[in-house]
């Protein structure tokens, strides 16, 4: 059975998005938007996807989960010897996008990436459910493996390993935060005449608001 492609399509027609209706911080907008989107049950609101460049300058995107959203930036946490801990290395920037279909909405995020502190996350990594601290040990991430057993050996051989104690932060495993500089909020219209308000951090520190054609 074929799908025609070129006939999906869905009008947007629940909001509308001014510059007026912004906060003037765009993490806090953020921050308003997210809330809005858990209200409106939102199958994974921290769902984002994760783009980074590769050694080549090859763009590569994958979708992670956001664990925290503050003025020090939007922070994700991942084995850093993975192919996206490699691009990061290599270029320290990247892009963030969210998309909330039930309200018809999109966030975009760019900006440069930093570790954050190893005591955040160890902090992150102690609230982890145990089996997710032992996977985080047992997955040779974005490395090629024969098979599955690999894994499934690994897991018992570091179950054993840590039984009766707590399981450690590994060395190669920890958080990033997307300082932002350029944050775009969009909201679906009717006929593709959609919303952009884009907001640009100046030198000062100072964040300046816009509107941009669809």
């Given at each position: 059975m074929s799908t025609n492609y070129a006939d999906l399509r869905k009008d947007y027609t629940q909001a509308s998005l001014d510059v007026s209706d912004t906060l003037p911080n765009p993490v806090e907008q953020f921050q308003k938007w997210f809330k809005e989107a858990q209200d409106a049950q939102v199958l994974e609101p921290n769902a984002m996807t994760l783009s980074t460049?590769?050694?080549e300058g090859r763009p590569v995107a994958r979708i992670v989960l956001v664990k925290d959203v503050d003025e020090q930036g939007f922070?994700?946490?991942?084995n850093?010897?993975?192919?996206?801990?490699?691009?990061?290395?290599?270029?320290?920037?990247a892009a963030l996008t969210f998309y909330w279909p039930e309200l018809e909405r999109q966030v975009r995020i760019e900006g440069a990436v930093e570790k954050v502190d190893k005591a955040v996350s160890e902090q992150y990594?102690?609230?982890?459910?145990?089996?997710?601290?032992?996977g985080a040990w047992a997955s040779p991430q974005s490395q090629e493996?024969?098979?599955?057993?690999?894994?499934?050996?690994?897991?018992?051989?570091?179950?054993?390993?840590?039984d009766g104690g707590d399981v450690p932060l590994p060395g190669h495993w920890g958080g990033y935060a997307v300082k932002p500089d350029?944050?775009?909020?969009?909201?679906?219209?009717?006929?593709?005449l959609h919303?952009?308000?884009v907001?640009?951090?100046?030198?000062?520190?100072?964040?300046?608001?816009?509107?941009?054609?669809?």
């Amino acid at each position: 059975m074929s799908t025609n492609y070129a006939d999906l399509r869905k009008d947007y027609t629940q909001a509308s998005l001014d510059v007026s209706d912004t906060l003037p911080n765009p993490v806090e907008q953020f921050q308003k938007w997210f809330k809005e989107a858990q209200d409106a049950q939102v199958l994974e609101p921290n769902a984002m996807t994760l783009s980074t460049v590769s050694a080549e300058g090859r763009p590569v995107a994958r979708i992670v989960l956001v664990k925290d959203v503050d003025e020090q930036g939007f922070t994700f946490f991942t084995n850093y010897e993975s192919r996206k801990g490699k691009d990061l290395e290599k270029h320290p920037y990247a892009a963030l996008t969210f998309y909330w279909p039930e309200l018809e909405r999109q966030v975009r995020i760019e900006g440069a990436v930093e570790k954050v502190d190893k005591a955040v996350s160890e902090q992150y990594f102690s609230s982890r459910p145990r089996g997710s601290q032992i996977g985080a040990w047992a997955s040779p991430q974005s490395q090629e493996i024969p098979n599955r057993g690999i894994l499934e050996t690994r897991q018992r051989d570091f179950v054993e390993r840590f039984d009766g104690g707590d399981v450690p932060l590994p060395g190669h495993w920890g958080g990033y935060a997307v300082k932002p500089d350029h944050i775009e909020f969009w909201q679906g219209r009717a006929s593709r005449l959609h919303d952009r308000i884009v907001y640009q951090k100046q030198a000062s520190g100072s964040w300046e608001r816009k509107r941009l054609a669809p």
